[in-house]
């Protein structure tokens, strides 16, 4: 069985997020003023093969910690998604 | 003395690196090359600017998983002398050989320029022959130099003495405007607890001969070898650290 797991990696609270500042910025200029914060962080998307989800969900943490996200400066959070086939 | 230049396929400034060591100290030299765990019987392993494996992911995220890098963390670990500049100094935090971290300019603009530092603590290789405070002229061309570590780090750093550099005017004031990259604390470089691995935002390597416009640079690459030759019973003079800004 396939399974797709979306890693979400964002800048840790107490963290300069300079690209979020410059985005919550610019929509305020649009006339979004609502946005109180924006952070801007990034998405991987993963297709893992031959798996279960439950072992898959330590491997991808293990991928986080060791490559996917910078524990100094960046918080992430998984996601799994269950594909047949 | 003999160093050795590690280039990834994506650095840049590995040429004046060896250029640095050869040309200008008259040393030996020797490329180390990305895939080579052989670091080649060398002294102190320089870790060179530039954009290592297209700064994919993070400054220098994938750099840290290079086959050389498993060699060089050994030789850190030995006490080995490690330098890192611009893209080495962010590989070297990757790798967890140095604390914190190198993020986006804080104004999300790439920088070129010349900036003033100033030597915090004598106690490193690479200042070992500066004067404490003193304040040199580098060149700086990055996008991501702002560094950063959480409250507990940025504390021990101070207590440690491990700041090496400060971002400071032509007076020596450790202001914001004299930050290029809105680096916490104006720090433009560290060293580890060990004090063997020295990363600096900066370009020293840029900074060697006065016909291309400077050579305070010359004072950190000239301080190693005075640094392994020093006599610790009688000549080690006292670590000068001083003070925050």
Request: glycine fraction near 12%; proline fraction near 5%; include cysteine.
């Amino acid at each position: 069985m396939a399974v797709v797991a979306r890693v979400i990696v964002t800048p840790r609270r107490g963290i300069l997020d300079p690209q979020g500042k410059a985005v919550q910025q610019s929509l305020h200029a649009l006339g979004f003023g609502e946005v109180a914060d924006a952070r801007v962080g990034k998405y991987v998307e993963l297709v893992l093969k031959d798996v279960v989800r439950d072992a898959a969900a330590a491997r991808v943490r293990a991928m986080c910690e060791q490559l996917l996200a910078n524990g100094v400066i960046e918080d992430f959070r998984i996601e799994f998604d269950e594909k047949q086939g | 003395m003999r160093w050795g230049v590690v280039v990834f396929p994506g650095s840049n400034d590995d040429r004046d690196a060896l250029r640095v060591a050869e040309r200008v100290l008259g040393d030996e030299a020797v490329p180390l090359w990305h895939k080579d765990r052989d670091l080649h019987g060398v002294d102190c392993v320089l870790l060179p600017g530039g954009f290592s494996y297209g700064d994919y992911l993070r400054c220098g995220a994938m750099a840290r998983f290079a086959p050389v890098m498993e060699s060089v963390a050994a030789h850190a670990r030995a006490g080995g002398l490690v330098f890192g500049t611009c893209n080495g100094f962010q590989i070297l935090c990757e790798a967890g050989l140095l604390p914190g971290a190198l993020v986006r300019n804080r104004n999300l603009r790439f920088v070129c320029d010349v900036v003033t530092v100033r030597v915090e603590t004598t106690d490193t290789p690479f200042t070992y022959g500066c004067r404490p405070g003193e304040l040199l002229q580098l060149p700086v061309k990055h996008g991501e130099g702002c560094f950063v570590a959480d409250e507990a780090t940025l504390a021990a750093l101070e207590a440690n003495g491990q700041i090496v550099f400060r971002y400071v005017d032509r007076a020596g004031r450790a202001t914001a405007e004299a930050n290029p990259n809105g680096s916490l604390g104006n720090i433009a470089g560290v060293c580890n607890a060990g004090r063997n691995v020295v990363g600096l935002m900066p370009h020293p390597e840029h900074a060697v001969e006065r016909l291309l416009g400077g050579d305070d640079g010359l004072k950190l690459f000239r301080s190693a070898p005075a640094w392994l030759g020093r006599d610790l019973a009688t000549s080690r003079r006292e670590p000068t650290v001083v003070p925050g800004p």
